[in-house]
């Protein structure tokens, strides 16, 4: 009788322990962010961010070590030499086994140190290699989404943002990487995210660690198809992706940052700087299973499936992320995830996750245990 009451409560305790640890990890998991978003008129505009994009594709194909690469990279310093003739930038030379390439940098607020980055990549992918006619996949992608929407939409947050630079209290980085999208025999022997990584190397060429701090880095990658739906991209920091995704909400842009969002992890150009600690955000699409835009790595990643809304909502969230984050407005009570270090996306997931079966195993064997002292004393009273 005793033995049967303490194995009913300890089967309790266990059953109690699972339960809390449930709720817990369900009320972590949540999206539950709610923000009010800084009262202003947005400015981005998805017109002239199309027009970015068909100015690339009329560039050609942007692979890296061509002359098309090259021209692209002139064509985005042109672009913000128009918005100010004095606009700081930076060259990144570095190769890939012999090719040379080049990542470019463009700062605004510079006396500031704190720094968001704003990054995409600009390089197009040599070969189409899931183009469903088998003889398209040698042939290079036009890059209309895979590439030329992030940089497009860039250009447009740089015109915008350097209109209101001086009611902003960060510097803004507005970050172009080539050489993203040329692993998987894209080029033979590639790696993906070559041209990110190999910036993080050189990071501490491009600001003072020691008196500078970069606060976070977001991501834009195929931000521009028709049908935008962002994923909850698990390696970004789940604080910072859950806020832009509260942001866009918030907007009124349910469709394009749904509420149970795909959950995947991509290899893509905000790792380097997750393992450098600096929270980073992926704003991507479902592009692999059951696609939500289905022409990625094919011959139709072209103008005919980009929307000029996609590259507006894209924008104005971000424009809003900064707005809402850096204005120096004291009337407006900041409400967001700053200074997002707060990551439950995937290596803490793994903890949760061992976490549960340390409790769950711990209540099997609870219960195994007492079920044999059971079984003993039974044997001891007939023996
Ligand atoms: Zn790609």
């Not at 195929?222 to 028709?226: R, S, W, Y």
């Not at 479902?286 to 929307?307: L, V």
């Given at each position: 009788m005793c033995i049967n009451k303490k194995y009913n409560i300890l089967i309790l305790v266990a059953f109690a322990c699972i339960a809390i640890f449930s709720i817990v990890f369900l009320f972590l998991t949540s999206n539950n962010l709610s923000i009010q978003n800084y009262n202003t008129e947005l400015e981005f505009n998805g017109d002239n961010a199309y027009n970015y994009v068909q100015d690339q594709l009329d560039i050609g194909f942007r692979i890296p070590g061509t002359e098309e690469r090259k021209e692209s990279a002139q064509y985005f310093i042109s672009k913000f030499l128009e918005i100010d003739s004095n606009f700081t930038y930076i060259i990144h030379n570095f190769t890939v086994y012999t090719t040379e390439c080049q990542n470019i940098l463009f700062k605004a607020n510079?006396?500031?140190d704190n720094v968001i980055i704003l990054g995409a990549h600009y390089d197009s992918r040599?070969?189409?290699?899931?183009?469903?006619?088998?003889?398209?996949?040698?042939k290079p992608v036009p890059g209309a989404n895979d590439g030329a929407s992030g940089a497009a939409v860039l250009i447009e947050l740089a015109r915008v943002l350097y209109g209101q630079k001086d009611n902003l209290s960060s510097e803004i980085w507005f970050l172009f990487f080539d050489a993203?999208?040329?692993g998987g025999n894209g080029i033979l022997g590639w790696d993906w995210i070559e041209g990110s990584e190999q910036f993080v190397n050189d990071l501490d060429d491009f600001y003072d660690s020691a008196t500078e701090n970069i606060e976070s880095m977001i991501l834009l990658d195929?931000?521009?198809?028709?049908n935008l739906q962002f994923i909850?991209?698990?390696?970004?920091t789940s604080s910072l992706l859950e806020e832009l995704f509260a942001i866009g909400r918030n907007l009124g842009y349910t469709n394009e940052f749904p509420s149970n969002p795909v959950s995947r992890s991509i290899i893509d150009d905000h790792i380097g700087f997750l393992d450098l600690g600096i929270p980073s955000a992926d704003l991507i699409i479902?592009?692999?299973?059951?696609?939500?835009?289905?022409?990625?790595?094919?011959?139709?990643?072209?103008?005919?499936?980009?929307?000029n809304y996609s590259l507006e909502v894209t924008g104005r969230t971000i424009e809003q992320f900064v707005y809402n984050n850096?204005?120096?407005?004291?009337?407006y009570n900041y409400q967001g995830?700053?200074?997002?270090?707060?990551d439950m996306s995937i290596p803490d997931m793994q903890i949760i996750i061992l976490l549960g079966l340390i409790f769950g195993f711990a209540g099997v064997a609870i219960i195994i245990t007492l079920s044999i002292k059971k079984f003993v004393k039974k044997k001891e009273v007939n023996v």
């Open positions: 510079e006396e500031y040599a070969k189409a290699t899931r183009d469903p006619i088998s003889e398209n996949r040698s993203e999208d040329q195929m931000v521009g198809g028709t909850n991209e698990q390696y970004s479902n592009f692999w299973d059951n696609p939500s835009w289905p022409y990625h790595h094919t011959t139709e990643d072209d103008i005919s499936h980009i929307s850096y204005i120096t407005d004291t009337n995830n700053r200074p997002w270090d707060v």
